[in-house]
């Protein structure tokens, strides 16, 4: 079962590592800043387009993002 809490906890900590803020994240999606703190409060979910962007800009699994996995190992080429 998809859980937003932790898709939104690891989003957020994600960002923090990076250095970037809610509008770097808003861009790279083409959505609101907003919607980027729905996301990372675990109050929205997002689309499968964005979950792929999001583990290829940050070098992590979707599994990972998704809370399936604790293991954020990037598999991707």
């Known amino acids: 079962m998809l859980d937003l809490q932790m898709f939104g906890a ?3 900590a994600l960002r ?3 250095g970037l803020v809610l509008a770097d994240l808003a861009k790279l999606l083409g959505t609101s800043i907003t919607q980027i703190g729905d996301l990372e409060r ?3 979910g997002t689309t499968l387009a964005r979950l792929v962007i999001l583990a290829e800009f940050y070098h992590v699994s979707t599994d990972y993002l998704l ?3 604790d293991d954020p190992a990037w598999r991707g080429g």
């Open 42 to 44: 675990g109050k929205t």
């Open 67 to 69: 809370g399936i996995t």
């Open 10 to 12: 690891r989003l957020h």
């Open 16 to 18: 923090k590592e990076h």
